[in-house]
């Protein structure tokens, strides 16, 4: 069965570092996202991506953040410089070929900033 | 603004014993669809159930079964015949706008008991 994964698993940095986060969506969707959860908190909503561009982002997701879709499997999220607050579990998430259809999520990256 | 509420933060429950979750949550929209994801330790995001808003049958997958009460806009979650296995946090999630972009509620933690 196809399924989203992301590299690295866990991802340590100290503060003031940049670090990309990748992920692999499955292969026939078209939206991508970005999630982030804190320890012991909700799923925060970050980016999505669509055809190549953004299209919605949140008040999280500022100039610090960017994504980006380098080839046609690969879907990278990348913090410039990372602050301790950064440290979470980052998801990524994918689905076909419609907005409404239901989003399928990686296994996630745990980034933490020193 | 829209909102998915969990009210419930921890729940336990006896092996092969029923549970049900809740969830309420806010909208004006009239056509929209809802989930159910599982969240084990290993802290992967799981697809638990969906719900289209425009059905009146309450969706099931094998043990979990929805109560969707959409008047009261509510969405609770069915487990029967509890599992080790399904010791997991349960996050109920809302997409406003058919965006694409998932709003968490908190999660409640369920603890399934031998």
């Known amino acids: 069965e196809p399924e989203v994964t992301q590299t690295p698993s866990h991802q340590v940095t100290q503060m003031g570092q940049e670090v990309i986060l990748r992920c692999v969506p499955i292969?026939?969707?078209?939206?991508f996202y970005w999630y982030r959860q804190i320890l012991g908190q909700k799923v925060e909503f970050l980016v999505s991506?669509?055809?190549?561009?953004?299209?919605?982002k949140s008040e999280i997701f500022d100039d610090q953040f960017s994504v980006e879709r380098p080839d046609g499997s690969n879907f990278t999220l990348k913090i410039r410089s990372t602050k301790l607050e950064d440290s979470a579990m980052y998801f990524c998430?994918?689905?076909?070929?419609?907005?409404?259809?239901?989003?399928?999520f990686g296994p996630g990256t745990r980034l933490t900033v020193l | 603004a829209q909102t998915v509420t969990q009210s419930q933060p921890e729940m336990s429950v006896q092996e092969a014993e029923t549970v049900t979750l809740s969830c309420t949550y806010d909208?004006?929209?009239?056509?929209?669809?809802l989930f159910w994801y599982k969240q084990p330790p290993s802290r992967q995001m799981i697809l638990v159930i969906r719900q289209e808003a425009y059905k009146q049958q309450n969706a099931t997958e094998n043990r979990f079964s929805v109560n969707f009460q959409k008047a009261a806009k509510s969405f609770s979650l069915k487990i029967s015949d509890s599992q080790l296995g399904d010791t997991a946090m349960y996050f109920c999630?809302?997409?406003?706008?058919?965006?694409?972009?998932?709003?968490f509620g908190q999660g409640t933690t369920l603890q399934v008991k031998p």
């Open positions: 998430a994918s689905s076909g070929g419609s907005r409404t259809d239901t989003q399928y």
């Open positions: 999630a809302f997409p406003p706008g058919n965006t694409g972009k998932l709003i």
């Open positions: 292969s026939n969707h078209l939206y």
């Open positions: 991506f669509y055809n190549n561009e953004i299209s919605e």
């Open positions: 909208t004006s929209e009239s056509n929209y669809y």
